[in-house]
């Protein structure tokens, strides 16, 4: 149990679906970010909101849409997304929300997407 | 932008052996922080260190932050089957708080 809960933690889409990615963190942090793994590369940063605003848009497609409706929940909505999106979309949360750094980032458990 | 570089990418040690895995970055950086994800998990936070030279323990595991602030290191002592995973490094930037993940240390353990 990490206090973040991601779901669903497995999504196969065809590349004309539309679905959801949702995260919920139960720590009280003001922070929380989606992250990109890929195999054999570095966590990619999509976005971070801080106080339920975003802060951070790191230059991600825009058939990837954000949504936070509060701090403790962060949505990922998906539409025509491509193969290459295929990966591991990991939700993280901290509990700074200011200018003085992330903090430590609690991850979820993930959320594996294959699109075919 | 800041880039932080790991090596190596991937360590295979025979148990009971130390290794070490290097994090440089090409920016200053005003703190570091280490996390492991084990195979089939999700990255989970080790350590932070902000100062200069500091060096921090967590039984086998020694962490240590550069004189300058650009580079760490991770040292494990007497390898054990439960250290297999992929140690991060991420570097949190000094003029801008923006955290840069490492590619990762892919270690495996032979028995």
């Known amino acids: 149990e990490t206090g973040v809960t991601q779901t669903p933690r497995h999504l196969v889409m065809g590349m004309t679906n539309k679905k959801s990615l949702k995260c919920e963190q139960h720590?009280?942090?003001?922070?929380m970010y989606w992250y990109k793994q890929s195999a054999k590369k570095p966590l990619e940063l999509m976005f971070v909101?801080?106080?339920?605003?975003?802060?951070e848009n790191n230059s991600v497609p825009s058939r990837f849409s954000p949504e936070c409706p509060n701090s403790s929940h962060l949505f990922l909505h998906l539409h025509t997304l491509q193969p290459e999106d295929s990966a591991l979309y990991l939700c993280?949360?901290?509990?700074?929300?200011?200018?003085?750094?992330?903090?430590?980032?609690?991850f979820g458990e993930g959320s594996r997407l294959t699109v075919l | 932008g800041q880039q932080v570089m790991q090596i190596p990418q991937y360590q295979h040690v025979q148990e009971g052996e130390d290794f070490t895995t290097y994090c440089n970055s090409s920016t200053t950086l005003s703190n570091i922080q280490w996390y492991k994800q084990r195979p089939g998990g999700h990255p989970v936070f080790l350590i932070q260190l902000v100062k200069s030279g500091e060096v921090k323990k967590q039984k086998r595991l020694t962490f240590q932050f550069g004189e300058a602030k650009k580079n760490s290191s991770l040292h494990i002592t007497a390898t054990q089957t439960t250290d297999v995973g992929t140690y991060f490094c991420?570097?949190?930037?000094?003029?801008?708080?923006?955290?840069?993940f490492g590619a990762g240390t892919t270690v495996t353990v032979r028995a």
């Open positions: 993280a949360s901290s509990p700074a929300g200011g200018p003085s750094g992330d903090g430590e980032l609690f």
């Open positions: 720590l009280g942090h003001n922070a």
């Open positions: 991420a570097g949190e930037r000094s003029n801008d708080y923006k955290l840069s």
């Open positions: 909101y801080n106080f339920k605003e975003q802060t």
